[in-house]
Every structure is written in C-alpha cells, then in structure tokens.
C-alpha cells in the first residue's frame, strides 16, 4: 500500500509564504512524478505543479514566478514553496504521485487526502 501524507497548510495573509510538504510511503521502487494540485470551493481539481524524476518542472501560469516545487527522493518527499500568497490561492492542496511499487510491472497514482490553504486579504 502507497500513502501519500500533506502537510502545513494553514491561514496565512496576503503576499506571505507557505511550504508544503508530502511524505510518500509504502513499498515503493520508484517515483516518477510527483505534483500538486489544488481544488478551490465549487471549482475543478487543477495542477499547480509538476516535477520528474529527472527534475524538470512545470507550473501553471498562476503559480510561475510565485511558487516552487521540489523534491528529496531519498525521503520520497515532494515540497512545495508558495510565495506571495494571494486570497485566490485559497484552496485544497493535493499531493499526487506515479509510483512503481516493488514486485509490479506498472506504475499507480495515487493522491494524497489535501491540506487547506486559506489567504486572508
């Protein structure tokens, strides 16, 4: 079994910072994306964030210039830096990862359960 676990979200103001984390576990061979997406009241789950296991990235238009994605494969971590926060940033965060697991020929998604993010104005 694979668990993809987000951490601090929170409440922040407007043009401050935020660093999201996810810790991947299981039995797993290898990762080969990991991403964030976000999921604001009423809307569609949308990407944020991508980045390969070779550590190309790519961003929405939204978040290019503002925020960073990052990954410690040793930790099977992926981050996320948001700078700038803005009040329409106000969202689920969700953490995603493809994932080859020990003893199996394909590769899974798996998602983790979300933290919120709230940027007051």
């Known amino acids: 079994q694979v668990q993809l676990v987000e951490s601090w979200g929170g409440l922040v103001q407007a043009g401050g910072s935020l660093r999201l984390s996810c810790v991947i576990s299981g039995y797993i061979s290898s990762i080969t994306v990991m991403d964030w997406y976000s999921q604001a009241p009423g809307k569609e789950r949308e990407l944020v964030a991508a980045?390969?296991?070779?550590?190309?990235?790519n961003y929405a238009d939204s978040a290019k210039g503002r925020f960073t994605i990052s990954r410690d494969d040793a930790k099977n971590t992926a981050f996320l830096q948001m700078n700038s926060l803005k009040p329409e940033d106000t969202a689920v965060y969700y953490c995603?990862?493809?994932?080859?697991?020990?003893?199996?020929?394909?590769?899974?998604?798996?998602w983790g359960q979300g933290t919120q993010v709230t940027v007051s104005s």
């Open positions: 995603h990862a493809v994932v080859l697991r020990y003893g199996l020929s394909h590769h899974y998604s798996y």
């Open positions: 980045i390969t296991s070779g550590g190309s990235t």
